[in-house]
């Protein structure tokens, strides 16, 4: 009779608070790809940063690009750090379509707010707003399975945006000039997508 060997299941790379790994190459993924535009330097910065006035000379990557590059390293990694945060936190609350959907809903809806709303707004870049229609979308279906965690999540993103927007940026965003509206344009275009998803009774 043969002997039955337990089977030597490997640690899944990256685990985190609430993903088991399985995708953890694709988060060192994106954390390069939000780092990479900074080795161009200023060059790329303006070649790739929302303008208002290259936007209106029909430069519509511009929409896009201006959430991928920043100010400068450190800008960079701050926001670097901040997605590996949200993924930690939510990366199994929605499939890897859902969250294309949900980041580009953010997009979108910070390319109108500032297109329409911030009309005196020559340029923008940074990752930030995006982050928060993550952390909105990632809040939202916690809050849909009546997990604690969900209100503490929903006050402080609530009181962020309150103290940004009545104070100013919060002391240690780490970068200077920060667009405070982005933020809120990106929770909404969040949540609006994620509210628009069918409501999952446990994480992917």
Known sequence: MGVVRPVNRVRPVLQSLNCDG???????????????????????????????GALAAGQ???????????????????????????????ARDYSPRQWLAIALGAILAIDAGLWLWDSTLPWYVGS????????????????????PDGWILAAFLAGKLAYEHWVGPLPFSGTTGVVVDAHLFGLIGGAAVAACLPRRPRPV
Request: charge should be positive; charged fraction near 15%.
């Open 22 to 52: 399985r995708l953890g190459w694709a988060l060192l993924l994106a954390c390069a790809l939000l780092l990479l535009p900074s080795v161009a330097g200023e060059a790329g910065r303006l070649a790739l940063r929302y303008d208002r």
């Open 60 to 90: 519509w990557w511009r929409l896009l690009t201006g959430h991928w590059v920043h100010l400068g390293w450190r800008h960079a990694i701050l926001n670097a750090l901040g997605l590996a945060l949200m993924w930690a936190l939510f």
């Open 128 to 147: 930030s707003g995006a982050l928060h229609g993550v952390m909105a979308a990632g809040t939202l279906a916690h809050l849909r399975r009546r997990e």
